[in-house]
C-alpha cells in the first residue's frame, strides 16, 4: 500500500503553481495589449460614456438630442459667420440673357432684392509692410516742433505689430506649428524671416503678458474645486534633453467660464502643486499620483479621485478576466446618473446632490461589495488585481462627489486641457531652457483660456499686448480672457 505523503509536502509545489499563474496572466494582459497596440484603434481604446449612453437612449430622448445638436450647430454656424468677412458679389443677367423666355420681349425689370446664396472661398493671407510717416510741424518762430505721435508698438524699436507677434503666439500654442515651419510660412507672404527672430518674437510676448498668466493661475488656485493633472516636455541641454513637466490646473466659475492656467518644473515632484496650491482650500479633482499629497494633506484640500482612470484600468483587465464587465457597467451607471441630472437641467444644484446621493449611492455600495469578493479570487499582480487594489485605495477619494455636486466623476477635463501641449510635443520636440518652458506655460494659458470660452486668441492677444504695459495693475482682471473686452466697447 503507497505511503502517503503529508500535505505539507505539496505547499512548494503550490505557490509556484501560483506564481506561475499569476505570471501567465500578466503575460497575457501584455499580449493584449500589445494587440491593442499593432491591430486596435489608436486613438481611444475603450467606448466613451457619452458614446454608450446614447446607445442605451429612447427614441424621444434620441430624437431631442439631435435637435439640440442641431441648433447647436446653427449658433456655430451664425458665430463663424459674425467672425469671418463678407463681401457681396453680384452676378448681373448678360445682355444675350436679357431676354424673356416666353414671349421674347427685352423689356426687362429687377425682381425683388434677387437670390442669394453663401459661398465660402480662401483668400490667402498677407503680410503687409506697413511705412508709418509721422507728420512734423515747425513754429514760424523756428524753435517750436511739434510731431505726430509713433504707431504703438510691443517692442520699442521693433518692426513687428502686435497682430503679428499674436499670430506668430497662436500659432504655435493654438496650432502646435513649430516656430521654423511658420517662418518658412511668413517668408512665402513676403516678409524675410528667420527661426530666431520669431523665437525672440515668441517669448518677448510671454514677457509682456507674464501678469496676466501670473494673476490667471491665482485666481484658480482660489477656487473651490480644482482639476490638475501634469504631463512630460523634454528640455534642450548640451548632450541629451532632460525631462521637464508642464502642470495644469483648471476650475470653472460660478458663471460657467473655464480658467485654465499652466506652471512648468524640471521635475515632478510635489514641489509645484504646493507652490500653486498650498495653503489653499477647496477640493482636487487629480489621479492618484503621489505628486498632489502635500496639498491634500489633513488643513488642505479634500482629493476627489478620477473614476475614469478607474474605468480604463478594469477595461485593460478585460481579456484576461471577463468579470471585469461587471465593474464596468457599475461604472457605467454612475455616468448614467450624471447624464440624467443634464437632462433634468439640474447640474451642480442641490436637486443634483440629492439626485446622486439616491441613485449613485446605492451602485457604489454594490460595487464596493464586489471589489472585496473579487479580491479574494484574483493574484495581486493580475490586471484585475491591480484594477481592484487602485479602486479600494482610492475608494474614499472616489466617493467625494455624492456629498458635493460641484464635483465631477472625472479628472478628463484637466486631461483634455494638456493635448494641446501633447500634440505640440510632437511637433516641436522640445523647449530651449527652463525659462523657455514657463514662457510657453504662460502663454498656454491665455490661449487654452480664450478657446476654452469661445474667444480668438489672435484677436485677443493683439488687442492685450498693448495694453496690459500701461493697464492699472489693479484693474488688471479686466484684460483676463474670460472678462476681456474689445479696446472699442470697453467701459475704461
Known amino acids: 500500500m503507497p505511503r502517503e505523503l503529508p500535505l505539507d509536502h505539496f505547499c512548494p509545489w503550490r505557490e509556484e503553481a501560483e506564481e506561475l499563474r499569476e505570471r501567465l496572466t500578466t503575460l497575457e494582459a501584455k499580449m ?4 491593442r497596440h499593432v491591430f486596435g484603434k489608436k486613438a481611444e481604446r475603450l467606448p466613451g460614456v457619452q458614446q454608450q449612453l446614447r446607445g442605451e437612449q429612447s427614441e424621444q430622448e434620441a430624437a431631442a438630442r439631435a435637435q439640440a445638436a442641431l441648433e447647436n450647430r446653427r449658433q456655430r454656424a451664425a458665430r463663424r459667420a459674425d467672425g469671418a468677412v463678407t463681401r457681396q458679389v453680384h452676378h448681373a443677367v448678360s445682355e444675350q440673357q436679357r431676354q424673356c423666355p416666353c414671349c421674347g420681349s427685352h423689356e426687362l425689370k429687377p425682381l425683388g432684392q434677387g437670390r442669394t446664396s453663401v459661398l465660402y472661398e480662401y483668400i490667402p493671407p498677407r503680410f503687409e509692410r506697413q511705412v508709418h510717416v509721422q507728420q512734423v510741424l515747425a513754429c514760424a518762430c523756428g524753435q517750436g516742433v511739434v510731431t505726430a505721435p509713433p504707431p504703438p508698438k510691443v517692442v520699442d524699436k521693433g518692426e513687428y505689430g502686435p497682430g503679428f507677434i499674436a499670430h506668430v503666439v497662436a500659432s504655435k500654442c ?34 509682456v503678458v507674464a501678469p496676466l498668466a501670473a494673476r490667471l493661475l491665482l485666481l484658480i488656485s482660489q477656487a473651490p474645486v480644482v482639476w490638475a493633472d501634469e504631463t512630460p516636455v523634454r528640455v534642450l541641454q548640451v548632450k541629451k534633453t532632460k525631462l521637464g513637466y508642464l502642470w495644469t490646473f483648471l476650475t470653472q466659475n460660478e458663471q460657467g467660464q473655464w480658467l485654465i492656467g499652466y506652471r512648468f518644473s524640471m521635475g515632478r515632484s510635489g514641489k509645484t502643486p504646493q507652490q500653486v496650491l498650498g495653503g489653499t482650500e477647496g477640493a482636487l479633482v487629480v489621479d492618484a499620483y503621489t505628486g498632489y499629497n502635500p496639498v491634500t494633506l489633513p488643513g488642505g484640500r479634500v482629493r476627489v479621485g478620477c473614476w475614469a482612470h478607474v474605468r480604463r484600468k478594469f477595461f485593460d483587465a478585460l481579456a484576461t478576466a471577463p468579470e471585469a464587465q461587471q465593474a464596468l457597467d457599475l461604472i457605467l451607471a454612475l455616468y448614467r446618473v450624471e447624464a440624467q441630472a443634464v437632462q433634468a437641467g439640474i447640474v451642480r444644484t442641490a436637486a443634483h446632490r440629492a439626485l446622486r446621493q439616491q441613485m449613485s449611492s446605492p451602485v457604489l455600495m454594490r460595487l464596493h461589495e464586489w471589489l472585496q469578493v473579487q479580491r479574494t479570487q484574483h493574484p495581486p499582480k493580475s490586471p ?13 477619494a472616489l466617493g467625494h462627489f455624492t456629498q458635493d455636486e460641484r464635483l465631477p466623476l472625472d479628472n ?5 486641457a494638456l493635448r494641446k501641449a501633447a500634440l505640440g510635443r510632437k511637433n516641436f520636440l522640445f523647449v530651449g531652457h527652463e525659462q523657455a518652458g514657463a514662457n510657453l506655460a504662460g502663454l498656454y494659458a491665455l490661449v487654452a483660456t480664450c478657446e476654452a470660452n469661445g474667444l480668438n486668441p489672435e484677436l485677443y492677444l493683439a488687442d492685450v499686448l ?19 473686452k474689445p479696446r472699442d466697447v470697453d467701459s475704461s
Open 466 to 484: 498693448l495694453r496690459v504695459q500701461t493697464h492699472p495693475h489693479s484693474r488688471i482682471d479686466e484684460l483676463l480672457p474670460h472678462l476681456w
Open 32 to 35: 493584449a495589449a500589445l494587440e
Open 412 to 416: 478628463n477635463r484637466s486631461e483634455g
Open 384 to 396: 484585475l488585481g491591480q484594477a481592484i487594489r487602485y479602486a479600494l485605495n482610492q475608494w474614499l
Open 174 to 207: 493654438a496650432d502646435a506649428m513649430p516656430l521654423h515651419r511658420l517662418a518658412q510660412r511668413v517668408e512665402r507672404g513676403g516678409v524675410p524671416m528667420s527661426r530666431s527672430t520669431l523665437t525672440d518674437l515668441f517669448h518677448r510676448a510671454a514677457e
